[in-house]
């Protein structure tokens, strides 16, 4: 917006009447112009000044030859005098009783700084990107299963199954014969094959340390949280790569959101949001957006968008849902109050004092209202184009 333009607009102030107050304009039109059946006032002095044409004033631009009823609304034509200034011939002037008797009130347009908030319903998920997979490392038999349970939340390193390896069995078999022969290559090719076979260091340097096989290995889980699959069963045979567990990670959650199409467009990775969950309600968790999904829901015209944020204490639980205000950057934007904008179907107005008791309409482009309902964001350059913002 240019400095003339501010400049101009620091001065305005807008007559805030809402429905009531239009109609009241209306009927005060409808008496001063049909006192005695004539559109003239009956003063002997109204006689002497001379009618231009005849107009409504919600559109001024349109001129009548003579009095009568308004083709746009239900009230009746103003008729446009001869000595009227140039100000008034687009807008009306009103008495200072009349200005008392409808109780018209005005309000200066201000300029804020309002944000593109949004609010939606989101629901809490394990955080997929945070998952491990327990797999046997080479073919056996499942000698033991501990006391696990798909659900269960355990700790890293929390054992899963004993398995017994005969391939490991034999592999250690043959290292601890090539040490025997005191040839530090062969040794340590040997001892490179354990490795490569899926050995763990700490098996290996066992073995060497105490010179006797083990052909039973514990299973353990690499990372802590909670057992979403346990496909481990005692007396059971498996295969090399065999799955034997799903480990989903706690530290961190998802919470999942559907948001409207219509507010998804100033949506960013990154942007930060505030979650209010009802299993803790007053609590304010912070959260921020890690994924927005692709594709829009053709039935519910919605984009889901994923949010992460930190669980300590596992005191979040997926299922849970709450409401998520997504916080959008800040831009500086005119407001006016809601109840100062006439609507007329097609268009929106809103009247401009030019002095005491003169007034005219100015077409404006409304945005959303504010979260108080008092404010609407507006553009007064006609046939601009408004993007929309959610006042904060």
Same mark, same amino acid.
């Given at each position: 917006?240019?400095?003339?333009?501010? @400049?101009?607009?620091? $001065?305005?102030?807008?007559?805030?009447?809402?429905?009531?107050?239009?109609?009241?304009? &209306?009927?005060?039109?409808?008496?001063?112009?049909? &006192?005695?059946?004539?559109?003239?006032?009956?003063?002997?002095?109204?006689?002497?000044? @001379?009618?231009?044409?005849?107009?409504?004033?919600?559109?001024?631009?349109?001129?009548?030859?003579?009095?009568?009823?308004?083709?746009?609304?239900?009230?009746?034509?103003?008729?446009?005098?001869?000595?009227? /200034? &140039?100000?008034?011939?687009?807008?009306?002037?009103?008495?200072?009783?009349?200005?008392?008797?409808?109780?018209?009130?005005?309000?200066?347009?201000?300029? #804020?700084?309002?944000?593109?908030?949004?609010?939606?319903?989101?629901?809490?998920?394990?955080?997929?990107?945070?998952?491990?997979?327990?797999?046997?490392?080479?073919? +056996?038999?499942?000698?033991?299963? !501990?006391?696990?349970?798909?659900?269960?939340?355990? =700790?890293?390193?929390?054992?899963?199954?004993?398995?017994?390896?005969?391939?490991?069995?034999?592999?250690?078999?043959?290292?601890?014969?090539?040490?025997?022969?005191? /040839?530090?290559?062969?040794?340590?090719?040997?001892?490179?094959?354990?490795?490569?076979?899926?050995?763990?260091?700490?098996?290996? =340097?066992?073995?060497?340390?105490?010179?006797?096989?083990?052909?039973?290995?514990?299973?353990?889980?690499?990372?802590?949280?909670?057992?979403?699959?346990?496909?481990?069963?005692?007396?059971?045979?498996?295969?090399? +790569?065999?799955?034997?567990?799903?480990?989903?990670?706690l530290g961190t959650v998802w919470i999942?959101?559907?948001?409207?199409? &219509?507010?998804? $467009?100033?949506?960013?990775?990154?942007?930060?949001?505030?979650?209010?969950?009802?299993?803790?309600?007053?609590?304010?968790?912070?959260?921020?957006?890690?994924?927005?999904?692709?594709?829009?829901?053709?039935?519910? #015209?919605? *984009?889901? *968008?994923?949010?992460?944020? =930190?669980?300590? +204490?596992?005191?979040?639980?997926?299922?849970?849902?709450?409401?998520?205000?997504?916080?959008?950057?800040?831009?500086?934007?005119?407001?006016?109050?809601?109840?100062? %904008?006439?609507?007329?179907?097609?268009?929106?107005?809103? !009247?401009? *004092?030019?002095?005491?008791? @003169?007034?005219?309409? %100015?077409?404006?482009?409304?945005?959303?209202?504010?979260?108080?309902?008092?404010?609407? @964001?507006?553009?007064?350059?006609?046939?601009?184009?408004?993007?929309?913002?959610?006042?904060?």
């Open positions: 917006m240019n400095n003339s333009l501010k @400049k101009s607009l620091a $001065g305005l102030t807008l007559i805030a009447i809402g429905v009531a107050a239009g109609w009241g304009l &209306a009927q005060w039109r409808t008496d001063t112009t049909h &006192a005695g059946n004539t559109t003239v006032p009956q003063a002997g002095a109204a006689a002497e000044r @001379k009618v231009l044409y005849w107009y409504d004033p919600m559109s001024p631009t349109q001129k009548f030859d003579k009095p009568g009823k308004s083709p746009f609304m239900d009230m009746d034509l103003v008729p446009k005098y001869a000595d009227e /200034d &140039a100000q008034d011939s687009v807008g009306l002037s009103v008495s200072a009783q009349t200005v008392q008797a409808l109780g018209l009130r005005t309000a200066e347009v201000v300029q #804020r700084a309002i944000g593109s908030d949004v609010d939606a319903v989101g629901t809490v998920l394990l955080n997929d990107r945070d998952v491990s997979i327990v797999q046997a490392r080479s073919a +056996g038999f499942v000698e033991r299963v !501990y006391a696990r349970a798909p659900g269960d939340v355990i =700790a890293a390193g929390a054992p899963l199954a004993d398995l017994l390896l005969p391939e490991w069995v034999a592999a250690q078999r043959e290292f601890l014969a090539v040490r025997a022969l005191k /040839d530090e290559s062969l040794t340590a090719a040997a001892r490179q094959r354990l490795l490569l076979l899926g050995m763990p260091q700490a098996l290996v =340097a066992q073995v060497e340390r105490t010179g006797e096989p083990r052909g039973v290995y514990t299973v353990t889980t690499p990372q802590g949280g909670l057992v979403a699959e346990l496909m481990v069963r005692q007396g059971m045979t498996i295969s090399a +790569g065999a799955s034997l567990a799903r480990v989903n990670g999942e959101a559907a948001v409207p199409e &219509a507010q998804s $467009g100033p949506l960013q990775l990154g942007q930060e949001a505030q979650v209010r969950l009802a299993a803790f309600p007053g609590e304010v968790l912070r959260a921020r957006i890690v994924s927005i999904l692709p594709q829009a829901n053709s039935d519910t #015209r919605t *984009v889901r *968008v994923r949010l992460e944020l =930190a669980n300590p +204490g596992q005191r979040l639980k997926a299922g849970m849902s709450g409401q998520i205000t997504l916080q959008g950057r800040e831009q500086p934007a005119l407001l006016v109050p809601s109840e100062a %904008v006439i609507r007329t179907g097609k268009r929106a107005l809103a !009247y401009v *004092v030019d002095g005491p008791g @003169k007034f005219h309409p %100015v077409e404006v482009q409304l945005g959303r209202r504010s979260a108080t309902n008092s404010w609407c @964001k507006v553009d007064w350059r006609r046939g601009s184009r408004w993007w929309p913002r959610h006042s904060s």
